[in-house]
C-alpha cells in the first residue's frame, strides 16, 4: 500500500469517526489533516528566522506565543489520534497533560532566559523594556501565571474549542479547517492576555505623543478582537441574548468595553490616536482615500448584483480579490502599520456583521441574506466564510509577522505579500484563466492546466515587476526560491480541496519567510 493510499484510507476512518460522533464535516472536501501544522510552523519559522537574523528583535510575547502554538499542534495531533478506529482505544487520557506541563515548563524557562540572557543582549523588544520596571516578585508572579495559562490554553483550548466549534458550525469546516481557526482564536486570546499584562503593570502610557506606535497597534488590534470573540462565545451559549435588542445591548457592551479598556492601557484615547495617525501626513491620507473609494465600489457592486437578483459567477466573485490587491498591495508597500490595523478591525466588523446576519437582526439582516445566496459559493453554508478567509488570507503575514521597519525592507517583503500573490494574484488568475480558456483538467479536480500555469506565471509577473522598480531584491538566489515557492503553492491550488483563501497564503508564506 503506497503514502497516498494509507492517507486516504486514514482521511476515510477519521470522516467516519468524526460522524459517527455527530460532527458533520464540510461536504466534497476532505479531512485536510495536512493542514493542522500550518500556523504553528508559520509561528516557528518566523520565529527561527528572527532569532538568526542579525540585528532582528524577537519579543518574549511571540517567542511564548510560538511555545503555546506548538503545544496547540501536539494536543491536536492526541486528540485526532483518538479518532483513528483502530488506534483511538490505545490512547489515554493523561497524554494530553503532557502538552499542557510541556507547555507549562519551557514557557518558565523562556521567562528565565528572556530575564537573564536576552535582557542582557536587549534582544527584547519595547514590552520586555517596560514590563522589567515592575517589582521582581511581581514579574515572577505574573510570568509564571501567564506560563500556567499557556499550558492550560494549548490542551484545553483544542479538548473544548474544537467540538464546539464543529457541533455549533455543521458542514462548515473540514477537521484541517476547523484546527486551523481554533489555533488562531487560542493563539489571539492567548498572545492578548500576555500584552495587556505588560501594558498593564507597566504604567507606560504608549499614545502619550500620539506617534505611530506597532505596539499600541497591536494592542488595539488584539483587546478589540478578544472582546468580539467573547461576545460570539456568549451568542452561542446564551440564547437569550440572540434577539434583537438583547443582540445590541450585547454588541454596545463589547464596543463600550473594548474603549475603556483601551483608554486605560494605552494611556489616552485609541479613537482619537487612529484619527490622528490616518492623517499623519498627505500620502497616508490619500491612501486611506482610496480603500474608502474601493470599500465604496465593493457595496455598490454587492448591491447591483442583488437588485438584479442574479447569482454571482466564480469570475464576477473574483472581482472582490482585485479590490483586495489594490488596498493590500498599497497598505504593504507604503501603510503596513495602517493596514495592520485596519484589517483587523474590518475582520471585527465582518464577523459582527455575519452573526447579524445569521440571527436575522435588523435593519441588514434582509440585504445581508439576499447577498448571501447570490454570493455564496459551495464552501458558504451556515457561514459566509469566503469573505472571513479572503480577507484573513491576506492579512495573515501582516498578523503573524511583527514589524519591525516601516517602511518593511525589500529584502523581508516577500512574506507580507503571501496573501495577495496566492490569491489575490495567483488565485484570481487561475479561475479567470480555467474558466474561460481552460481544457485539460487535472486527474480527479475540476481546477484546468491552463489555469494552474496562469497561476504561477501571474504571481511571477508581478514578483519580476516589483524586482524591476527595486521594491524586492534581485539577486538569483532570491528569484530562484520564489519562483519555487510559488510554483509548489500553484500545484497546491490545482489539487487542493481545502479552502484556498486560507491555505495557499499560509503555504507561501511559510515557503518563503
Request: aromatic share 10%; proline share 4%; with cysteine.
Amino acid at each position: 500500500m503506497t503514502l497516498a493510499e494509507k492517507y486516504e484510507g486514514l482521511n476515510k476512518a477519521l470522516r467516519m469517526s468524526f460522524k459517527n460522533c455527530g460532527y458533520i464535516l464540510r461536504p466534497g472536501a476532505g479531512t485536510g489533516l495536512w493542514l493542522v501544522p500550518l500556523i504553528p510552523t508559520a509561528l516557528l519559522v518566523s520565529t527561527v528566522k528572527q532569532i538568526l537574523r542579525q540585528g532582528a528583535t524577537l519579543s518574549h510575547v511571540y517567542f511564548a506565543t510560538t511555545v503555546v502554538s506548538c503545544g496547540l499542534l501536539v494536543t491536536s495531533i492526541i486528540y485526532l489520534m483518538r479518532f483513528i478506529p483502530s488506534y483511538g482505544h490505545r490512547i489515554p487520557n493523561f497524554l494530553f497533560a503532557i502538552p499542557a506541563v510541556g507547555t507549562l515548563l519551557f514557557l518558565l524557562y523562556s521567562q528565565s532566559v528572556y530575564g537573564n540572557s536576552f535582557h542582557d543582549l536587549k534582544r527584547e523588544n519595547a514590552w520586555f523594556r517596560k514590563s522589567c520596571g515592575m517589582s521582581k516578585s511581581a514579574h515572577v508572579f505574573s510570568g509564571f501565571l501567564l506560563s500556567l495559562l499557556g499550558g492550560i490554553m494549548s490542551t484545553y483550548g483544542i479538548l473544548a474549542g474544537l467540538p464546539v466549534l464543529l457541533s455549533q458550525a455543521p458542514s462548515c469546516f473540514s477537521i484541517g479547517e476547523a484546527v486551523v481557526v481554533i489555533h488562531s482564536v487560542i493563539i489571539l486570546l492567548y498572545s492578548s492576555a500576555i500584552n495587556v499584562c505588560h501594558v498593564a503593570f507597566s504604567h507606560v502610557s504608549l499614545i502619550a505623543d500620539m506617534d505611530v506606535s506597532y505596539e499600541a497597534a497591536t494592542i488595539i488590534l488584539q483587546v478589540g478582537m478578544a472582546f468580539v470573540i467573547l461576545m460570539l462565545l456568549a451568542l452561542v451559549a446564551f440564547r437569550m441574548l440572540r434577539e434583537p435588542p438583547q443582540f445590541y445591548m450585547v454588541l454596545s457592551t463589547a464596543i463600550l468595553c473594548t474603549v475603556v479598556s483601551l483608554h486605560w492601557l494605552l494611556g489616552g484615547s485609541p479613537i482619537l490616536w487612529i484619527l490622528v495617525n490616518i492623517t499623519r501626513d498627505q500620502g497616508t491620507f490619500n491612501i486611506i482615500l482610496g480603500w474608502f473609494i474601493l470599500t465604496i465600489l465593493a457595496i455598490g457592486t454587492i448591491y447591483l448584483q442583488v437588485s438584479h437578483e442574479r447569482k454571482a459567477t466564480t469570475s464576477q466573485r473574483k472581482i472582490f480579490h482585485v479590490l483586495a490587491v489594490f488596498v493590500f498591495g498599497s497598505g504593504i508597500l507604503w501603510t503596513p502599520d495602517i493596514l495592520y490595523l485596519a484589517s483587523g478591525i474590518i475582520f471585527a466588523l465582518f464577523l459582527v456583521i455575519e452573526a447579524s446576519r445569521i440571527l436575522s437582526i435588523p435593519p441588514l439582516h434582509e440585504i445581508l441574506k439576499n447577498g448571501f445566496l447570490l454570493y455564496a459559493d459551495e464552501k458558504d453554508t451556515l457561514i459566509a466564510l469566503t469573505p472571513l478567509y479572503l480577507l484573513a488570507g491576506m492579512a495573515a503575514p501582516l498578523w503573524l509577522t511583527p514589524l519591525d521597519d516601516i517602511p518593511i525592507a525589500p529584502s523581508q517583503l516577500l512574506p507580507y505579500m503571501a496573501g495577495l500573490l496566492s490569491i489575490g494574484v495567483g488565485d484570481t488568475a487561475a479561475s479567470y484563466v480555467g474558466s474561460n480558456f481552460g481544457k485539460r483538467k487535472w486527474e480527479g479536480s475540476n481546477r484546468t492546466l491552463e489555469g494552474t500555469v496562469a497561476c504561477f506565471l501571474s504571481q511571477v509577473i508581478v514578483v519580476l515587476f516589483l524586482v524591476h522598480y527595486d521594491v524586492l531584491p534581485s539577486d538569483m538566489l532570491f528569484l530562484i526560491r520564489t519562483c519555487v515557492a510559488v510554483g509548489i503553492t500553484s500545484l497546491i491550488e490545482a489539487k487542493t480541496d481545502q479552502v484556498d483563501n486560507v491555505v495557499l497564503p499560509l503555504v507561501l508564506y511559510i515557503l518563503t519567510y
